[in-house]
């Protein structure tokens, strides 16, 4: 008699203490994700890259998992690195010195926020969901959007 309705109100629940998981942590995992998206990078424009973290954020929730992720909005300035990856100084010419607006991945599993240090670039994060809405739902709490 429940059990539909139930789950539903015990999803609803769960997402909503995610989200505010993620807003408490979210200072943390901005760091981890520059740390993650420096190492895991063959590139060495990425990994000397300065990154400038904004407000927007969007959740999306895929309906065949039930994986909750959470596109945020980033400015990258792509660095210059020599081959043995030492910052170069660059001029305000080059194509690094300009940011690249961005939507930085991170997923909640398990009970915990984590990222692979996935960068979308040229997508800001209501961009990312809608670029991916084949695989994730807007999250809805109370009837409106998570944005």
């Known amino acids: 008699m429940f059990g539909p309705s ?8 769960d997402i909503a203490r995610a989200l505010r998981q993620f807003r408490i942590s979210r200072e943390q ?3 981890r994700f520059e ?3 420096r190492s895991a990078s063959k590139s ?19 309906p065949e998992s039930g994986l909750l992720t959470a596109f945020v909005s980033v400015s990258v300035r792509l660095g210059k690195a020599d081959e043995n990856g030492s910052p170069q100084p660059e ?3 080059e194509t690094s010195a300009f940011p690249r607006n ?10 915990v926020w984590g990222t692979a240090g996935r960068v979308l670039f ?8 809608a670029r991916f809405a084949d695989q994730f739902a807007p999250v809805m709490l109370d009837g409106k959007a998570s944005l």
Request: glycine share 4%; no cysteine.
């Open 6 to 13: 139930l789950q539903r109100w015990r999803r609803q629940r």
């Open 122 to 129: 040229n997508l800001e994060p209501d961009e990312a969901l």
């Open 102 to 111: 961005a939507s930085a991945v991170f997923h909640y599993q398990d009970g």
């Open 29 to 31: 995992l901005e760091a």
């Open 91 to 93: 001029t305000e010419t």
């Open 35 to 37: 740390e993650v998206a």
């Open 44 to 62: 060495l424009a990425l990994k000397t890259a300065s990154f400038e973290w904004h407000s927007e954020v969007a959740f999306g929730l895929s």
